[in-house]
């Protein structure tokens, strides 16, 4: 069974600062990681996404995450937070096994504040 | 290209009612998925079809039922409403096959916005 957990449901920052949203999880075989965003009233737009070919994965709207085996973590972050970066933010997890049809088990969320 | 197309947007039912929930893509993906977002427990899996003519169970089936109508459609279908059903509901879509599916993205529509009474 695998499972995601992500620490703090609410982050509020300034704009221009760093932002970091923390993920770990939970799988009994290699993993495949994901960062989804939502914005409000609207379906899930992927992020990035951990595949094993690197571990510091680049996403879109300048977000990257790092892949650390030993601590079980997939991170997102953002050196310079913009306003327009508020909104939800899920990471999920698949495992690598060749069933799982692209089911993903997902985080509790993170909302993302941003403050001028 | 619309991408992932669900209807309704918004539904109130009183308990005991019934609807189904559409959903298409034109993507041409051969797995689609029910998902449903309640506050502070994120996303989970309700049914999935790994392809045309199958469906499986997810996470959180009880209640529900779905059908694979063909490769574009998969309808989500509550036949007998209860409170706890009230939630968002997203439908998903993507290439995922045998070989290749744990590291294919799901392409999501917009939800459904459920409310039972």
């Known amino acids: 069974a695998q499972s995601v957990t992500q620490l703090g449901s609410h982050v509020s920052v300034s704009e221009g600062a760093l932002v970091l949203l923390r993920c770990n999880y939970s799988?009994?075989?290699?993993?495949?990681l994901f960062w989804y965003v939502q914005y409000p009233n609207q379906g899930l737009q992927l992020l990035l996404k951990?595949?094993?070919?690197?571990?510091l994965v680049k996403g879109i709207n300048g977000f990257e995450a790092e892949f650390k085996k030993s601590e079980t973590s997939f991170h997102l972050t953002k050196p310079s937070a913009h306003m327009s970066d508020a909104a939800e933010y899920f990471c999920?997890?698949?495992?690598?096994?060749?069933?799982?049809?692209?089911?993903?088990?997902f985080g509790q969320g993170t909302i993302l504040t941003v403050h001028p | 290209n619309a991408g992932v197309t669900q209807t309704p947007k918004f539904q109130v039912l009183k308990t005991g009612q019934s609807m189904t929930l559409q959903c298409a893509q034109d993507?041409?993906?051969?797995?689609m998925y029910w998902y449903r977002q309640d506050p502070g427990m994120g996303l989970r899996l309700i049914y999935y079809s790994a392809s045309e003519g199958t469906t499986d169970k997810g996470e959180v089936p009880n209640g529900y039922n779905v059908s694979r109508l063909n490769k574009r459609e998969f309808s989500l279908r509550l036949e007998s409403a209860a409170p706890s059903q009230t939630s968002v509901y997203f439908c998903a879509s993507s290439e995922a096959q045998i070989r290749q599916g744990a590291n294919s993205p799901l392409h999501f529509g917009n939800g459904t916005r459920l409310t039972v009474t």
């Open positions: 799988s009994s075989v290699p993993p495949y």
């Open positions: 951990y595949t094993s070919a690197a571990t």
């Open positions: 993507m041409n993906h051969n797995s």
């Open positions: 999920a997890v698949s495992d690598a096994g060749g069933t799982s049809y692209g089911k993903l088990t």
